[in-house]
């Protein structure tokens, strides 16, 4: 089976760096994906890591681990338009499941101005 | 372009109505996705189509019928639902069911059953 793990909320302020951690143990692992995801709107796909180390992009960036099963994405400078949820998901690799994706429950972030 | 197009964006329909929720996609992706989603929870997998051919079903009842008619189209029959059901319904594409590839989301149709 998969069980991801991620914390259900966090709050930070303008302007400061909020990092969101995720776990996760799976079997065939093929990639871990992060999504943002505002209230009432469809996710949207913000990275992606399937090899250990961090993806850099603008202000977000993601770290992976493959051998502790643990991710993080950070996200710098932070804006009020940066409050909403945060998807981690994994991507399993092989037999009738290939391509699927797992969710974590969601991270739910708020920045106080 | 990485758009999915999802119609209608929202819905409310009787336990004895029969509608569907349609998507569409022009990116040439070959696999494609419904999740239904409940507020406050992830996205919870309901079938992917690969190449047009159903290729996983998540046990979900048969009164959620899905349909692949082209390449570009994915479509979800809806008959006989509960109000459990109500949640927002997600399409999402990808290139491949599984190469290293990202899957894309539509907006959303936001069901009501009453």
């Known amino acids: 089976g998969q069980n991801i793990d991620q914390p259900t909320e966090m709050t930070a302020t303008e302007g400061a760096i909020v990092q969101i951690n995720c776990t996760y143990q799976?079997?065939?692992?093929?990639?871990l994906f992060w999504y943002q995801q505002h209230a009432g709107e469809a996710p949207t796909f913000l990275s992606y890591?399937?090899?250990?180390g961090l993806e850099e992009k603008g202000r977000f960036s993601s770290f992976l681990s493959r051998s502790k099963g643990y991710s993080y994405l950070l996200l710098k400078e932070l804006q009020m338009k940066d409050s909403a949820s945060y998807l981690c998901a994994v991507r399993h690799d092989r037999g009738s499941t290939l391509g699927r994706l797992y969710f974590g429950r969601g991270t739910q972030l708020t920045v106080w101005p | 372009d990485t758009e999915v197009t999802q119609t209608p964006k929202h819905l409310v329909m009787g336990m004895t109505n029969k509608k569907s929720l349609k998507c569409e996609q022009h990116m040439g992706h070959r696999a494609m996705y419904w999740y239904k989603q409940k507020a406050k929870k992830p996205p919870e997998l309901m079938f992917v189509y690969s190449y047009e051919k159903l290729s996983i079903n998540e046990s979900v009842p048969s009164r959620f019928s899905p349909e692949c008619p082209n390449s570009s189209l994915l479509n979800l029959h809806l008959h006989a639902l509960q109000p459990e059901d109500s949640a927002l319904y997600l399409c999402?594409?990808?290139?491949?069911?599984?190469?290293?590839?990202?899957?894309?989301f539509g907006p959303g149709t936001r069901l009501l059953v009453l």
């Open positions: 890591n399937v090899l250990d």
């Open positions: 799976t079997s065939g692992f093929n990639g």
């Open positions: 999402a594409s990808s290139p491949h069911r599984g190469a290293q590839e990202t899957q894309y």
